[in-house]
């Protein structure tokens, strides 16, 4: 009975020894520190401000980050958000999924936070928030931001379809929606239509494999222009041209890039080349694939550079120097619009931070720099 009674007493002295020990950590926790390094030389000439990087964290994390390039200092601050906005303990949110600018403000979406976070776009204060289920990416127009999403459940296979929410950018309310495809994933406006690319990616094998077209002014789905299974990306180049990305199913069928023209309304062209991201700059589009196969269980990754003036694939890469072998999971992209220097990120092993790096027009490394866990979306700021 002693022995019991010792034994209930330690257990008990061991509970009260944690708990005091977890309220004096709760008492201590403060809001993440930023990070500041000084990557380039100072350049007061330059005709952007910045860059900003969002960094999405791996799912049920909630470590999604916003980094900031100050092209004028060469500073490279990270974990910017949480400097400006020490009192949201909870941080930006999970999974940042797509980030866009657009006048004053900052777009920052968030898929497993089911909302976007509105910042100003020169200081990364907090505005606003809008709330959408399992949100996906974001494009803007004539005052508007639209904003597409799944709805359904994250990996629901009987999850309904889409939409596509209209954002007064005024106001940051929603005032229509419409339903797209299943799973829709990026979007643009040409010629005042919304074009957006349905995924399906819920319910494998039974892809999507259409385009929506949003009429802007009714706000309905027009037409689907049919392209190719589990799409993703979509650009669009100063003629009109979409450029969109098909993921495959993983198996027989490949991924690639297909053009679709917007006056007809039909794909017109496929490069027959893997591509996981993709970015529209002058008359290149670039690109890189990192594409996986369930039969081999392995990833093929490649790198690409489009002529899209005379939509050919050149016989060269973005990448010149050969640091590609260095980077194990390429996943981020951008170009300077002004320099036409080359960004690309490396998320590694999905867990760990990681890597942006800076190319000349040439395809030589510049820099690279330590970034939140999954770099992966960029956004210009302009003076």
């Known amino acids: 009975?002693?022995?019991?009674?010792?034994?209930?007493?330690?257990?008990?002295?061991?509970?009260?020894?944690?708990?005091?020990?977890?309220?004096?950590?709760?008492?201590?926790?403060?809001?993440?520190?930023?990070?500041?390094?000084?990557?380039?030389?100072?350049?007061?000439?330059?005709?952007?401000?910045?860059?900003?990087?969002?960094?999405?964290?791996?799912?049920?994390?909630?470590?999604?980050?916003?980094?900031?390039?100050?092209?004028?200092?060469?500073?490279?601050?990270?974990?910017?958000?949480h400097e400006v906005n020490p009192e949201i303990t909870l941080g930006l949110g999970d999974v940042g999924n797509d980030i866009g600018i657009y006048g004053s403000k900052l777009y920052v979406v968030l898929n497993n936070s089911n909302k976007i976070e509105v910042v100003d776009v020169k200081t990364a204060r907090k505005i606003g928030q809008i709330n959408i289920q399992n949100v996906r990416y974001i494009t803007f127009a004539q005052g508007k931001a639209y904003a597409s999403a799944y709805l359904g459940t994250i990996g629901d296979p009987d999850a309904a379809n889409g939409i596509v929410a209209e954002i007064d950018t005024a106001s940051l309310t929603i005032t229509r929606?419409?339903?797209v495809g299943r799973q829709p994933e990026e979007l643009a406006v040409v010629d005042n239509k919304l074009y957006v690319a349905n995924s399906g990616?819920?319910?494998?094998?039974?892809?999507?494999?259409?385009?929506?077209?949003?009429?802007?002014?009714?706000?309905?789905?027009?037409?689907?222009?049919?392209?190719?299974?589990?799409?993703?990306?979509?650009?669009?180049?100063?003629?009109?041209?979409?450029?969109v990305s098909s993921r495959g199913d993983y198996y027989e069928s490949p991924s690639s890039v297909y053009v679709i023209d917007t006056k007809t309304e039909k794909v017109k062209k496929n490069f027959n080349i893997a591509v996981s991201q993709l970015v529209i700059s002058g008359d290149l589009a670039y690109a890189f694939g990192a594409e996986f196969s369930y039969e081999t269980g392995r990833y093929v990754i490649s790198y690409h550079l489009i002529d899209i003036k005379r939509e050919e694939l050149l016989d060269r890469s973005f990448i010149t120097d050969g640091t590609a072998e260095e980077i194990a999971m390429p996943y981020g992209l951008a170009v300077n619009p002004s320099t036409k220097e080359v960004y690309i990120t490396d998320a590694k092993d999905y867990v760990s931070p990681g890597t942006l790096y800076c190319f000349s027009p040439e395809g030589t490394l510049n820099w690279s720099v330590a970034t939140g866990d999954i770099p992966a979306h960029f956004a210009f700021v302009y003076e």
């Not at 706000?219 to 979509?234: D, G, M, S, Y």
Request: charged share 30%; with cysteine; net charge negative.
């Open 1 to 81: 009975m002693k022995i019991e009674r010792l034994h209930t007493n330690l257990a008990l002295l061991f509970v009260i020894s944690a708990a005091l020990l977890f309220s004096s950590c709760r008492k201590d926790k403060k809001p993440i520190e930023p990070e500041v390094e000084i990557v380039t030389p100072e350049k007061p000439d330059t005709p952007l401000r910045g860059m900003y990087l969002l960094n999405e964290g791996n799912m049920n994390s909630n470590k999604s980050s916003l980094d900031y390039f100050d092209f004028s200092t060469g500073a490279y601050r990270r974990n910017i958000y």
């Open 201 to 243: 990616g819920y319910s494998p094998p039974d892809y999507e494999s259409t385009v929506s077209v949003v009429d802007l002014n009714s706000f309905r789905e027009v037409k689907r222009i049919e392209v190719a299974p589990n799409l993703h990306r979509l650009k669009a180049d100063a003629d009109g041209d979409l450029y």
């Open 177 to 179: 929606r419409v339903e």
